[in-house]
């Protein structure tokens, strides 16, 4: 199974941004539907959003309008940007891979003033 690998997560004030990557180890990354979900303590995991090996995306209803996903198949790699941060936004995110079921380790995301 491939490895990935997410950063970019840190600490931001309400109103600010962020982008998250996640690079995937996998040779055929170019065919896997990608995503990112997050998790808060003592709640499940909720989708963010998702982006398919045609490029097609998906979002979560809390982030529409401000959260946008990519990727970029020659870097193997996924990207979250993330504006307009909402301190409901806090939480650990973590990169999918829908084909191999796979996912990363996370990166904590914390919006605070």
């Known amino acids: 199974q491939p490895q990935l690998v997410e950063s970019g997560g840190g600490l931001v004030q309400p109103g600010g941004s962020l982008r998250l990557s996640c690079v995937s180890s996998g040779s055929i990354f170019e065919r896997s539907a990608m995503g990112w979900y997050r998790r808060v303590p003592g709640q499940g995991r909720e989708l963010v959003a998702t982006i398919t090996d045609g490029h ?18 020659a870097k193997s790699t ?25 996912w990363g380790q996370g990166t904590q995301v914390t919006v605070s003033s």
């Open 56 to 73: 097609r995306t998906l979002y979560g209803d809390s982030v529409k309008g401000r959260f946008t996903i990519s990727r970029d198949n």
């Open 78 to 102: 996924v990207y979250l940007q993330m504006n307009d941060l909402k301190s409901e936004d806090t939480a650990v995110y973590y990169c999918y891979d829908l084909k191999w079921d796979n």
